[in-house]
């Protein structure tokens, strides 16, 4: 895992969008995986400036999206696609027919689910997945106690999760109990991962992804299995990390050989 400490919300996004950037700008038609959430708000916001002021190309990106909840319609506003198109896909110039969030709405949920999965393969899978983490340590919405081999499925809610998205509702009795959301094994199909995580209320999930075992009860510990993953995190989120000079250490001695990596 690439560990990056930024000192905060602004300067993470200022890096995510870095990476985003370059990936688009080396390969025009990525296949970009993405999240919603308060955390990559940020990030979006930097690729629409990037697509308004720098002519940043979108016209032949395909993205997918993590997760969705179930019994909202797209135009819901508290559904993910309502979120994406308004922070992102509204202002840019990317082709709305390829981008793609599970379908709430779907009849046959277990089907649609596999569905999904084979999107995603018809693609040629996800170039780049980008994730917030909860803060009982899940991804997408793979909650403690999800099967690290998990592929997209219809999942319910843990209770936290259900009191953090609370605040998006009127109230938390509007809050859906399922989700179908891309699994772990999906996710760790990415070739390349990029984690962000913001604030205080991260610490302890973050530890447990980059420093605990790995372990179902925290589904984003699932990430040190993978070959590619950059955890960029601002010093909030990074306070309990043990070896947080490491990681400092490790990142000035990559920037000293940026040149030949
Ligand atoms: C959303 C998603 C979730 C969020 C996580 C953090 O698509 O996959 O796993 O990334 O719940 O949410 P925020 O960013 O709101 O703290």
Not at 3 to 31: C, F, G
Not at 210 to 219: F, K
Request: charged content about 25%.
């Amino acid at each position: 895992m690439e560990i990056i400490v930024t000192t905060d919300y602004e300067e993470m996004s200022d890096r995510a969008a870095e990476i985003v950037i370059a990936e688009i700008r080396a390969k025009p038609n990525l296949v970009l995986g993405l999240a919603t959430g308060s955390t990559p708000e940020g990030l979006y916001a930097r690729l629409v400036k990037a697509h308004r002021e720098q002519g940043l190309d979108f016209s032949r990106l395909t993205t997918f999206n993590l997760d969705e909840y179930v019994g909202l319609a797209p135009d819901h506003e508290q559904s993910y696609r309502y979120f994406m198109n308004r922070h992102l896909f509204d202002h840019i110039n990317i082709r709305k027919d390829n981008t793609h969030l599970p379908d709430g709405l779907a009849r046959d949920l277990g089907r649609y689910c596999r569905r999904y999965e084979q999107m995603i393969r018809e693609a040629g899978g996800i170039d780049l997945q980008v994730l917030g983490i909860g803060r009982d340590g899940h991804l997408g919405f793979n909650e403690p106690g999800t099967s690290l081999a998990s592929r997209t499925q219809l999942v319910a809610l843990a209770p936290e999760t259900i009191e953090d998205n609370s605040r998006f509702f009127r109230s938390k009795d509007q809050v859906p109990r399922f989700a179908i959301t891309m699994g772990i094994q999906s996710i760790l199909e990415a070739r390349r991962c990029l984690l962000l995580a913001s604030g205080a209320s991260k610490a302890t999930a973050l530890k447990g992804c980059i420093e605990g075992p790995i372990t179902s009860m925290l589904t984003a510990s699932a990430l040190q299995l993978h070959p590619n993953a950059v955890v960029i995190a601002d010093e909030a989120a990074a306070s309990k990390l043990e070896r947080l000079d490491y990681y400092r250490w490790v990142q000035e001695a990559r920037s000293e050989i940026a040149h030949r990596l």
